[in-house]
């Protein structure tokens, strides 16, 4: 089957989790850990309305389909986190 995507590619995540210590820090470090050349500058964070959850949206370059499977398994394997779109 051909692949949909073609790589390399900026590819834009978004990570839900709950607002806790450590949070974004987390997240940022499994993100780098599969994509190292991560700008910092591309990460954004939004609070929920009542401060219990915070979305980290980031754009990684992309290189495979392995690499994208690898990283949404380690970042919902997370306890904090609660959803990678």
């Not at 051909?2 to 820090?25: A, C, H, Q, S």
Request: charged share 25%.
């Amino acid at each position: 089957m051909p692949e949909l995507i073609e790589y390399p590619l900026d590819f834009p995540l978004k990570v839900m989790g709950r607002n806790e210590p450590g949070f974004v820090d987390a997240v940022v470090g499994i993100v780098r850990s599969h994509a190292p050349d991560l700008d910092d500058a591309t990460v954004e964070l939004r609070r929920s309305k009542k401060n219990s959850y915070l979305s980290v949206t980031l754009v990684i370059r992309a290189v495979s389909r392995e690499q994208l499977d690898a990283l949404y398994t380690e970042l919902n394997d997370h306890p904090n986190v609660v959803m990678v779109l």
